[in-house]
């Protein structure tokens, strides 16, 4: 009987732990979609702060290094990481984006400015990463601290680049004033953004059926600001005033 039992088991292999051995392969194989994710997470934030950058003639790269530097933090806790991503892309970047065209500075100015691009980028990677760090914490200080951090880094962006509902606003706003005002004219707007030194929304206006200089249809430029959109350049009027 005990042969038996023995060559049995023998032919059937070893008995494993059954359930707790699947619950333990389905933990290994969570953990490695997480840490999948995690990477995934990271390179898009990536992808998108460098795609923001000064260099990409953008000011996009506030919000974008903040989110940068909070997902890199939040994922691997780790500054040094957080550093790196952030300041060495950018610095090598601006080194091969001015070393063909160094300006005035000549070759002397490329390190320097460098040094001094990367290090603003990396400024707002720096506060993404104390938004992370801070709201990691259990106290309710440091974590409305750190949504202060953040909803200050959002108005900071904003300043500078505007947000997509004020733009929208804005264009509202130009589109009901072309169509009361001129009424018998086909004016359409082709498109539009945010310029930080007026503090306003401008939109490029294409009025239909005209013809300029470059034998191309005349363009107008419309400028709204304030926080209810008001019309604060109108150059049709201007022109023909």
Do not use: C
Request: without cysteine.
């Amino acid at each position: 009987m005990e042969d038996q039992t023995t060559r049995s088991n023998a032919e059937n292999g070893p008995i494993g732990n059954g359930p707790k051995d699947d619950a333990e392969a389905t933990i290994r194989s969570l953990r490695r979609q997480v840490r999948a994710l995690r990477l995934i997470l990271t390179v898009l934030a990536f992808i998108a702060a460098m795609g923001s950058t000064m260099l990409a003639n953008s000011l996009g790269f506030i919000l974008w290094f903040a989110v940068l530097g909070g997902v890199v933090f939040h994922f691997y806790r780790n500054m040094w990481l957080v550093l790196l991503l952030s300041f060495v892309p950018v610095f090598v970047w601006g080194i091969a984006d001015q070393a063909g065209n160094p300006g005035e500075l000549g070759i002397a100015g490329v390190l320097p400015g460098s040094l001094a691009l990367a290090g603003i980028h990396t400024v707002f990677a720096v506060a993404g990463m104390a938004i992370a760090w801070l709201d990691g914490f259990r106290k309710i200080s440091l974590r409305v601290l750190s949504a202060a951090l953040a909803v200050g880094v959002l108005i900071f962006y904003d300043g500078f680049n505007g947000n997509p509902v004020s733009k929208w606003l804005a264009e509202q706003t130009v589109r009901s004033y072309l169509a009361k005002t001129y009424p018998d004219r086909e004016l359409v707007i082709r498109d539009g953004g945010y310029n930080f030194k007026f503090s306003s929304y401008e939109f490029r206006v294409v009025a239909v059926g005209t013809q300029g200089e470059d034998g191309q249809p005349k363009e107008y430029w419309f400028r709204v600001r304030g926080a209810i959109p008001k019309l604060a350049y109108d150059p049709i009027s201007e022109q023909n005033s």
